[in-house]
């Protein structure tokens, strides 16, 4: 995930979305009875810690079935601090269909996965919980340990909540004194569809993400910088019931990184816990309009989530939290 979003290609590697965002790695356990029992911290914790530094974007690409009220705290203290929250939806499309968390948490921006035909990916989760969809198959990721091969067909919708993190970064680091809602409201304004801005019956949120329409206007007007843009839509939804987040939340951009404390640990393959508690179920599969951007102007903090017994890209601070595959 931390390669999709900043890599620089270097060495034969890929690069990433925004290549020239900075990666903040941290490790966390989102199992606590699990493999990782009293190696890493969990989640609820991570994401206060991550709160209280000058990173901009939380990518979570990972899920657990299960709400906690310390974890739906912490989000909130997270968008309280001014923080823009990014998950995956799950890959639960061919099963129950259900999102878990933290996507279904308030103030979270879900993802969902689309394929190269522009329509709703088979196996991702959809509905309810989705505001943006974004490329999630035959996608390279590293498929060993040793970081010494790229699987080429590696799908899911942890691929696709990275490159919406990604868009943002490269939208917030092009408007660095917007807020969090000003660079989600830009997402979602400008985001591919077929369908009006509003329509909760749409499987798919507000469409394909598209950073490239705001990076081409540099007098994009974002919208008020403290009114939440889900808020309606979430309403509409039945989604989550949400306020505006106040004007002290807004933080401002650093120059400086973050302290933070990272962990290096192998990588595993198994998607863990993705089953779901919360969403709908839907076998509809809808057209998005798809449209990519080689932009890659960015010089955001972006932290990552790594779920338990996965690799934290070392040095600095990134979240590489599980990765949900559908293979």
């Given at each position: 995930?931390?390669?999709?979003?900043?890599?620089?290609?270097?060495?034969?590697?890929?690069?990433?979305?925004?290549?020239?965002?900075?990666?903040?790695?941290?490790?966390?356990?989102?199992?606590?009875?699990?493999?990782?029992?009293?190696?890493?911290?969990?989640?609820?914790?991570?994401?206060?810690?991550?709160?209280?530094?000058?990173?901009?974007?939380?990518?979570?690409?990972?899920?657990?079935?299960?709400?906690?009220?310390?974890?739906?705290?912490?989000?909130?203290?997270?968008?309280?601090?001014?923080?823009?929250?990014?998950?995956?939806?799950?890959?639960?499309?061919?099963?129950?269909?259900?999102?878990?968390?933290?996507?279904?948490?308030?103030?979270?921006?879900?993802?969902?996965?689309?394929?190269?035909?522009?329509?709703?990916?088979?196996?991702?989760?959809?509905?309810?919980?989705?505001?943006?969809?974004?490329?999630?198959?035959?996608?390279?990721?590293?498929?060993?340990?040793?970081?010494?091969?790229?699987?080429?067909?590696?799908?899911?919708?942890?691929?696709?909540?990275?490159?919406?993190?990604?868009?943002?970064?490269?939208?917030?680091?092009?408007?660095?004194?917007?807020?969090?809602?000003?660079?989600?409201?830009?997402?979602?304004?400008?985001?591919?569809?077929?369908?009006?801005?509003?329509?909760?019956?749409?499987?798919?949120?507000?469409?394909?993400?598209?950073?490239?329409?705001?990076?081409?206007?540099?007098?994009?007007?974002?919208?008020?910088?403290?009114?939440?843009?889900?808020?309606?839509?979430?309403?509409?939804?039945?989604?989550?019931?949400?306020?505006?987040?106040?004007?002290?939340?807004?933080?401002?951009?650093?120059?400086?990184?973050?302290?933070?404390?990272?962990?290096?640990?192998?990588?595993?393959?198994?998607?863990?816990?993705?089953?779901?508690?919360a969403g709908s179920k839907?076998?509809?599969?809808?057209?998005?309009?798809?449209?990519?951007?080689s932009d890659d102007n960015?010089?955001?903090?972006?932290?990552?989530?790594?779920?338990?017994?996965?690799?934290?890209?070392?040095?600095?601070?990134?979240?590489?939290?599980?990765?949900?595959?559908?293979?």
């Amino acid at each position: 995930m931390a390669e999709l979003i900043a890599g620089t290609g270097a060495g034969g590697g890929i690069q990433g979305l925004a290549p020239g965002a900075k990666i903040v790695p941290y490790y966390v356990s989102v199992d606590p009875d699990g493999a990782d029992k009293g190696k890493a911290p969990e989640f609820a914790e991570v994401l206060r810690a991550v709160a209280d530094t000058d990173v901009k974007i939380i990518n979570m690409s990972f899920g657990n079935p299960a709400f906690d009220e310390e974890e739906q705290a912490a989000v909130e203290y997270a968008a309280s601090r001014g923080k823009l929250l990014v998950a995956s939806a799950g890959n639960d499309g061919l099963e129950n269909g259900f999102a878990g968390y933290p996507v279904s948490y308030n103030y979270v921006l879900g993802v969902s996965s689309m394929n190269e035909e522009g329509k709703i990916s088979k196996f991702a989760t959809r509905g309810n919980y989705v505001d943006l969809v974004a490329p999630g198959e035959d996608v390279p990721t590293w498929c060993d340990a040793s970081f010494q091969s790229y699987c080429s067909k590696s799908s899911g919708t942890s691929i696709s909540s990275a490159l919406v993190s990604a868009s943002a970064a490269l939208i917030w680091s092009a408007h660095p004194n917007w807020t969090a809602n000003q660079v989600t409201r830009a997402l979602i304004d400008t985001a591919g569809r077929k369908w009006p801005k509003n329509d909760p019956t749409q499987y798919s949120g507000y469409g394909t993400v598209r950073p490239r329409v705001v990076l081409a206007n540099p007098n994009y007007d974002a919208g008020a910088p403290y009114s939440d843009p889900l808020a309606k839509w979430n309403r509409e939804k039945g989604k989550k019931l949400v306020t505006e987040i106040p004007p002290a939340s807004a933080a401002s951009p650093s120059a400086t990184p973050p302290s933070a404390t990272g962990s290096s640990q192998a990588p595993e393959n198994s998607s863990g816990a993705d089953k779901a508690a919360a969403g709908s179920k839907a076998d509809k599969t809808e057209n998005v309009a798809a449209e990519s951007s080689s932009d890659d102007n960015s010089t955001l903090w972006i932290a990552l989530g790594a779920a338990a017994a996965v690799v934290v890209i070392g040095g600095g601070a990134f979240v590489v939290l599980r990765s949900r595959r559908a293979t």
